[in-house]
């Protein structure tokens, strides 16, 4: 059964850190990239970023460029997303997701094979 398990949510002041991990499972971890989503409350699901279980290469969008950072321990089949400098339009549910092939190119909202349960980020000014 394929199974995305993210976590890591929380509640954090403007300019805090939260570290949100994805544990995968039911599929090869390698043959796939992983993207984390957000939706704030009255918005829609959005990209965030996105690394590749394969060769490792990332993707940012650009409100979160310089202050998250997206790794994978495939030893773990998990995927990180690590957030630093917290602003309040940060805030929302994050989810994780995986796509096949494993190119973030083709990885955006529409295009996720698989999707995890979200965890909830609230970010407090």
């Known amino acids: 059964e394929v199974q995305l398990q993210a976590s890591g949510g929380g509640l954090v002041q403007a300019g805090g850190s939260l570290r949100l991990s994805c544990a995968a499972s039911?599929?090869?971890?390698?043959?796939?990239?992983y993207g984390w989503f957000r939706q704030a409350p009255g918005k829609e699901r959005e990209g965030v970023s996105c690394?590749?279980?394969?060769?490792?290469?990332?993707y940012y969008e650009d409100s979160v460029q310089g202050r998250f950072t997206i790794s994978t321990d495939n030893a773990k089949n998990t995927v990180y997303l690590q957030m630093n400098s917290l602003k309040p339009e940060d805030t929302g549910v994050y989810y994780c997701?995986?796509?096949?092939?494993?190119?973030?190119?083709?990885?955006?909202?529409?295009?996720?094979?698989?999707w995890g349960k979200g965890t909830l980020v609230t970010v407090s000014s």
């Open positions: 997701a995986a796509d096949w092939p494993p190119l973030c190119s083709d990885s955006g909202v529409d295009d996720m094979d698989y």
């Open positions: 039911g599929f090869t971890f390698d043959d796939y990239a």
């Open positions: 690394i590749s279980g394969s060769d490792g290469s990332t």
